[in-house]
């Protein structure tokens, strides 16, 4: 595993131009039960009366989903539907971060390599307004959001909405439904500016209700040890694919970054800002396709298939040698999360391992 060296200068950088954003405009007990879930979506799938529940479901509220995106209100779901199955206790005692690696439906479906599967890393959340999409995000707690600042310029918290559970954005036939919350407050980082600090939280109305795909993901803490190599960010292309796709980035060096940047990026003495980081594409081939505020998310070593979020998508800097992701750098950052959370008395277990 690589060692990563946060060893930067304060500076400003100056390189929206340079920037290339999909979105910037528009086995132990403590382990997640995979038997369990899949023995209840198994009972599900199976049940007589399945489909007719779902059918049913969607007609029934196919009217508050479609006026959620035009009015701005919330769709109110107190608790799952009693005729999906039931993991709530599972999920709180389980934690944060943890994905589910063969994804959550019940239909026998083959997707392409890059593509997520429904459920299987169901922390990123929607955010639109107007727009159909703005951009993406991370559940940390069940009212709180994690995001770029860049993503909310000129933005009002009022015309705001956040999803959470989405997955094929063209469809609402998902066995498990996704959930809507107006957003009743941002809070940027006091000390943002360019790209410097470029973190927002945002509040929503009402808690989440959690559910199998609707799960919120971890954030570094002291003494976690996970794998810069094998990271990953989601994002969605809606010209192009309803699902969600996936991209493997390795996050590099410091010293690295200050090579592969453009000088714009960088301070007087060509070092990148501490509050930054880059990573590249595993496969050099798929780092355009990256969503503005979206986790970039690593494996915890020692826990299956558990992640805790490193950074979040600026954008990407495509130059002819290599395609690289600009990142926030989120260890950096976290003393300026813990103050901003601790006032506001949001339990650890939702975003600390």
């Not at 003494?223 to 699902?243: E, H, L, M």
């Not at 493997?248 to 980081?277: G, N, V």
């Not at 490193?310 to 103050?339: C, D, Q, Y």
Request: negative net charge.
């Amino acid at each position: 595993m690589p060692k990563i060296y946060y060893n930067g200068v304060l500076s400003v950088l100056f390189a929206s131009c340079l920037l290339t954003c999909v979105n910037c405009n528009a086995d132990s007990n403590d382990k997640l039960n995979y038997d369990y879930i899949d023995n209840k979506v198994n009972q599900y799938s199976t049940s007589s009366t399945a489909k007719n529940d779902v059918d049913i479901f969607l007609k029934t509220n196919q009217t508050n989903v479609d006026n959620s995106n035009r009015s701005g209100k919330s769709i109110r779901m107190e608790s799952t539907p009693s005729y999906l199955p039931q993991f709530k206790d599972s999920m709180e005692e389980t934690g944060c971060g943890f994905g589910y690696p063969n994804g959550l439906s019940v239909y026998a479906e083959e997707i392409n390599a890059s593509e997520v599967q429904f459920g299987e890393f169901s922390w990123t959340v929607k955010i639109h307004n107007d727009e159909p999409f703005i951009g993406t995000g991370a559940l940390i707690a069940p009212d709180i959001v994690l995001t770029a600042a860049i993503l909310l310029r000129e933005l009002k918290p009022e015309n705001l909405i956040v999803r959470a559970g989405e997955w094929d954005i063209g469809s609402v036939t998902e066995v498990f439904p996704h959930q809507d919350r107006s957003v009743k407050l941002i809070i940027r980082h006091n000390e943002f500016y360019g790209v410097v600090n470029n973190i927002a939280l945002l509040v929503v109305d009402m808690k989440f209700i959690l559910q199998p795909n609707i799960r919120t993901l971890c954030l570094p803490s002291p003494g976690t040890i996970f794998d810069y190599s094998a990271c990953k960010t989601t994002a969605w292309r809606p010209a192009t694919n309803n699902r969600p796709q996936q991209t493997h980035f390795q996050i590099q060096p410091r010293h690295k970054c200050d090579q592969r940047l453009p000088s714009p990026y960088l301070a007087q003495d060509y070092t990148l800002d501490e509050s930054l980081m880059c990573a590249i594409d595993e496969n050099l081939q798929n780092s355009s396709i990256l969503n503005t505020g979206a986790p970039l998310f690593c494996p915890i070593q020692g826990a299956m298939n558990r992640y805790t979020q490193a950074g979040i998508v600026i954008g990407s800097i495509n130059r002819s040698e290599s395609k690289t992701g600009l990142f926030v750098n989120l260890t950096h950052l976290m003393p300026w999360i813990f103050k901003q959370l601790g006032p506001r008395q949001t339990d650890l277990k939702y975003y600390l391992p």
